[in-house]
Nanobody, 128 residues
Framework: QVQLVESGGGLVQAGDSLTLSCTAS????????MGWFRQAPGKEREFVSG????????QYAGAVKGRFTISRDNAKNTVYLQMNSLKPEDTAVYYC?????????????????????WGQGTQVTVSS
């Protein structure tokens, strides 16, 4: 069973940068599509970004496109989310997720129910 652990959250000011990491244990990380989701207070969890197993396909939500970059290191079983030019509206708990169905390894879904494994979340707070 895949276990995901996020790290790198914190309190920053608007305009700052932050990098989140998510390390997987168990399973076959290199074959999984990995995604980042976030949930702001009082809002539903939403897709932020995702990356296919071979890095060839990356997807971003419109609100973060051009500011966030997703990457992965399959040798380290780790996926990253580089967040630049952070805004107060980026404040949320950020979750790492894995789509463990290898048949979808080239397809990055924005739908939560495609992701079978989830991390515990890491808080990102951006002050104005």
């Amino acid at each position: 069973q895949v276990q995901l652990v996020e790290s790198g959250g914190g309190l920053v000011q608007a305009g700052d940068s932050l990098t989140l990491s998510c390390t997987a244990s168990g399973g076959s990380f290199s074959y999984y599509v990995m995604g980042w989701f976030r949930q702001a207070p009082g809002k539903e969890r939403e897709f932020v970004s995702g990356i296919a197993w071979n890095i060839g396909n990356r997807q971003y939500a419109g609100a973060v496109k051009g500011r966030f970059t997703i990457s992965r290191d399959n040798a380290k079983n780790t996926v990253y989310l580089q967040m630049n030019s952070l805004k107060p509206e980026d404040t949320a708990v950020y979750y790492c997720a894995a789509d463990t169905d290898y048949r979808r390894r080239t397809i990055v879904s924005t739908r939560e129910n495609f992701y079978a494994a989830w991390g515990q979340g890491t808080q990102v707070t951006v002050s104005s």
